[in-house]
Structure formats: C-alpha cells, structure tokens
C-alpha cells in the first residue's frame, strides 16, 4: 500500500518561501510521476506542478518562475520549492503519485499573509 506524508507547510508573509517535502513508501518511486496539487477554500482542487519518472516537468501558469518540482529517488522523495509566494498562493497541498487515480498524502496548510 502507498503511503504519501507531506511536511514543510506553514505560515509565511507574502514574497516568502518555502520547501515542501514527500516521502514516499510502498511502491517503486522511481518508476512514477509525482505531482503536487492543491486546493482552497471553495475551490476545486487543481495541478499546481509535475515531474515524470524521468525529470520531466511541467508546471501550472500561475506559480511558473516560482515554483521548482524535484525528487530524490535514492530517498524516495519529491520536493517543491516555493518561491515569491503570494496570498493567492494559501491552500491545502497534496502530494500525488501516479495522476488523479492514484495516491495522495494526507495534505499540508500553506498559508500567505502578512
């Protein structure tokens, strides 16, 4: 069974940044795209950044030249630095792996404000 823990989520003030973290188990990491979306109050959930098995990337235009998705699979961990982060930026964020049908963390807070 897949396991997807989030850590590194927080209150921080507009321009600030942050590190979010995925550790992964139960599955061979390496072979898997991962994927961190996100979701705020009223909103649907939606992709904020992916990476494929092969370090291919692509990102939401949103957080495009601010964001950076990466992974380590030696520590089967995915990773995504926020950077100039903006109120607009505060949700919920989830680690997926394997696309909308496969697994999810249990989420963690991102809060922007000053």
């Known amino acids: 069974q897949v396991q997807l823990v989030e850590s590194g989520g927080g209150l921080v003030q507009p321009g600030g940044s942050l590190r979010l973290s995925c550790a992964a188990s139960?599955?061979?990491?390496?072979?898997?795209?991962m994927g961190w979306y996100r979701q705020a109050p009223g909103k649907q959930r939606e992709m904020v950044a992916r990476i494929t098995s092969s370090g291919i990337t692509n990102y939401a235009d949103s957080v495009k030249g601010r964001f950076t998705i990466s992974r380590d699979n030696a520590k089967n961990t995915v990773y995504l630095q926020m950077n100039s982060l903006k109120p607009e930026d505060t949700a919920v964020y989830y680690c997926?792996?394997?696309?909308?049908?496969?697994?999810w963390g249990q989420g963690t807070q991102v809060t922007v404000s000053s």
């Open positions: 997926n792996m394997g696309g909308p049908v496969g697994s």
């Open positions: 139960g599955s061979i990491f390496s072979i898997h795209a």
